[in-house]
């Protein structure tokens, strides 16, 4: 699957910011950092947010601790990605009541970019690579407005099937390889968390299991707090430490994987499945 020749850029990507800001940034996450337990990366207590149409978010709370895995599922049309265009700061959508914190401080009001300098990288849907660039072009644009970035040639490690094609241009690779190319264009700029969205959607099973073991590597070996948001519950139970379940704009419960195994009843009342 290519990618629209006409999408010329990720939605919400600013490069105004200068690396002076993006250091002052994480400096400022870091020195109010106390102000939540350590452990505590992401934090969102009741977030209500919607579009002109109406309220798509009800009182959403989010806990992610530094190291987890955390996934958010729910049904098409539940609110997953709403909730993670409210967590970066969208012009979309209107985030109406609650709050958000990185490591403590609060960035409810603050824009993508500030958040990204701050350390927080979004792997948007639909993948939204640059299709006229190469690999190389593609991950070098995230590194050159990035605060504190990867070299290229570490970024490239991680991902063989990219760096054996450092010149093809994202409009002539499948879906899976532009799926790992904006996975990598999130990893070069050195992220403390990182949000996917939907990062299974329409990829063929070989390659689901490797995107998840991208995924599980990045924050098992990279030490990188990661929070995805998917409709494909199998592929969440292979990687994720537990779930958040969103129904109609609403957290409906926490739970492990083994309860999300075993609890046919809950999962097909709220899943589908």
């Known amino acids: 699957m290519s990618t629209d020749d006409t999408t010329d850029a990720p939605a919400d990507e600013s490069t105004t910011s200068t690396d002076a ?26 977030l209500d947010a919607g579009y002109e149409t109406g309220q798509v978010l009800f009182d959403v709370d989010v ?8 996934s958010l599922l729910g049904r098409n049309g539940a609110g997953k990605s709403t909730t993670l ?5 969208a012009d979309e959508p209107t985030v109406l009541d609650g709050d958000v914190r990185y490591r403590g401080t609060s960035i409810r009001d603050w824009q993508p970019y500030k958040r990204a300098n701050a350390g927080i990288a979004l792997v948007p849907e639909k993948r939204r690579c640059f299709p006229r660039l190469s690999v190389v072009e593609n991950v070098r644009l995230a590194i050159n407005h990035a605060t504190d970035p990867m070299a290229l040639d570490d970024v490239l ?11 093809k241009h994202a409009r002539n690779m499948s879906g899976g390889e532009q799926q790992m190319l904006a996975i990598a264009r999130a990893l070069a700029a050195n992220p403390d968390l990182m949000l996917l969205d939907e990062p299974f959607e329409g990829l063929a099973p070989y390659i689901v299991r490797r995107i998840e073991d991208i995924i599980a590597d990045i924050n098992a070996e990279q030490g990188i707090t990661v929070f995805f948001v998917e ?15 969103l129904d109609e704009g ?24």
């Open 250 to 273: 609403r957290i409906v419960d926490t739970v492990t994987s083994d309860r999300l195994r075993e609890d046919d009843e809950f999962r097909q009342t709220y899943l589908g499945v």
């Open 63 to 70: 806990d992610v601790r530094e190291g987890e895995l955390v």
């Open 85 to 89: 265009r409210a967590l970066m700061g």
């Open 21 to 46: 800001d993006g250091r002052a940034e994480r400096s400022q996450v870091e020195s109010e950092a106390q102000e939540t337990p350590p452990s505590t990366v992401l934090q969102v207590d009741g």
């Open 231 to 245: 409709q494909n519950v199998a592929a969440a139970l292979a990687i994720a430490d537990r779930h958040y379940v």
């Open 157 to 167: 490690a991680l991902f063989p099937e990219l760096d054996d094609m450092r010149q």
